[in-house]
């Protein structure tokens, strides 16, 4: 089946770093990528939608120069965190979706901001 | 906008027990529906889905049919194990591939033996 992959699993950082988190589809093209933001005990929040080639789509709320988004290969999406603050402590979440409605849910990474 | 709402948990029940996880949307248009899993530790996994009215997903014993008339995807197992503890989410997507997935709350089951 489809695999996408993320790295970091976990991350801490400091608080006024920035962090880079990589989405990776293994065994398959993902024109579209998604990343989602989990909180604890809630649902996944849409961010971003990711295209290859061009500028992410932020959603409402979402701010794009600081949760920078590049979908430079039809295989590898990152999502950096500039400038971290302890409420950016949250799981990120990324999805790729290939040419169905499906989409293949990364692992997530776990961000803790001291 | 588009939104899915799900039962609240947590679920705690017994081994063998039959699961009832009730979920309704609204959406504008016709989507497509699913339920995911998030094991402990895990990402989501597609536990089933059903892309238009009457259809049934299934998939481990899980099912869930595609309620129009009532807006609902209510997933149910007849038998629940040990291993079926998990968070489960509903989560509709509109139109075409590529498009966000909306996602419920997602509902935390506990299954002891």
């Known amino acids: 089946g489809a695999v996408v992959s993320q790295h970091p699993s976990r991350v801490i950082c400091k608080s006024g770093t920035s962090v880079k988190i990589e989405c990776r589809s293994l065994d398959f093209q993902a024109t579209t990528m998604f990343w989602y933001r989990q909180f604890p005990k809630q649902s996944l929040m849409l961010m971003a939608t990711?295209?290859?080639?061009?500028?992410?789509?932020?959603e409402q709320g979402v701010e794009k120069d600081k949760f920078l988004i590049n979908h430079a290969s039809l295989t590898l999406s990152t999502l950096t965190v500039t400038s971290a603050h302890p409420e950016d402590s949250s799981f990120y979440i990324c999805?790729?979706?290939?040419?169905?409605?499906?989409?293949?849910f990364g692992p997530g990474t776990r961000l803790t901001v001291t | 906008g588009d939104s899915v709402t799900q039962m609240e948990g947590p679920v705690t029940l017994s081994e063998e027990a039959f699961l009832t996880i009730n979920c309704t949307y609204t959406?504008?248009?016709?989507?497509?529906l699913f339920w995911y899993v998030q094991y402990p530790g895990e990402g989501l996994q597609l536990l089933l889905k059903a892309t238009k009215a009457d259809d049934k997903g299934s998939n481990k014993g899980f099912e869930a049919t595609y309620r129009k008339e009532t807006t609902s995807f209510h997933l149910e197992k007849g038998s629940v194990q040990v291993s079926d503890s998990a968070v489960y989410f509903c989560?509709?997507?509109?139109?075409?591939?590529?498009?966000?997935?909306?996602f419920g709350k997602g509902t935390t089951l506990s299954v002891s033996s």
């Open positions: 999805s790729a979706s290939p040419v169905s409605y499906e989409q293949y």
């Open positions: 990711s295209n290859e080639g061009s500028k992410a789509t932020y």
């Open positions: 989560a509709l997507s509109e139109g075409q591939a590529g498009t966000a997935l909306i």
């Open positions: 959406a504008t248009g016709y989507p497509s």
